[in-house]
């Protein structure tokens, strides 16, 4: 199983982005997608997340509002666009599958490389 996520980069404040996470190695029905980051000295946080079956959607406060979660066009894959981005948005990206899923990282079974974005004031 792999997650191949992308999408990074450096963007302005205010700025948007869109990272992408295709899942590869089986079928991800019954899985819940999420979304965590990782700035520089913190720890690792929970940002969003979708249920793959019923399409429930969950995000951190930080990020509600500004963020939402979807599936891709593309097998397997889902999309985090980001509005109105912040400073401190920037850290590193991470998508993660998980059968029980959740706002926990201990609850994702695989993890994806991850994409760095750097959000400039």
């Known amino acids: 199983v792999q997650l191949q996520a992308c999408g990074g980069g450096l963007v302005q404040a205010r700025g948007s982005l869109r990272l992408s996470c295709t899942a590869s190695g089986r079928t991800f029905s019954s899985y819940t997608m999420g979304w965590f980051r990782q700035a520089p000295g913190k720890e690792r946080e929970f940002v969003s997340a979708l249920v793959w079956r019923g399409n429930s959607t969950y995000y951190a406060d930080s990020v509600k509002g500004r963020s939402t979660i979807s599936r891709g066009n593309a097998k397997n894959t889902v999309l985090l666009q980001m509005n109105n981005l912040k400073p401190e948005d920037t850290a590193v990206y991470y998508c993660?599958?998980?059968?029980?899923?959740?706002?926990?990282?201990?609850?994702?079974?695989?993890w994806g490389q991850g994409t760095l974005v750097t959000v400039s004031s």
């Open positions: 993660a599958a998980g059968y029980q899923g959740g706002r926990a990282g201990r609850l994702y079974d695989y």
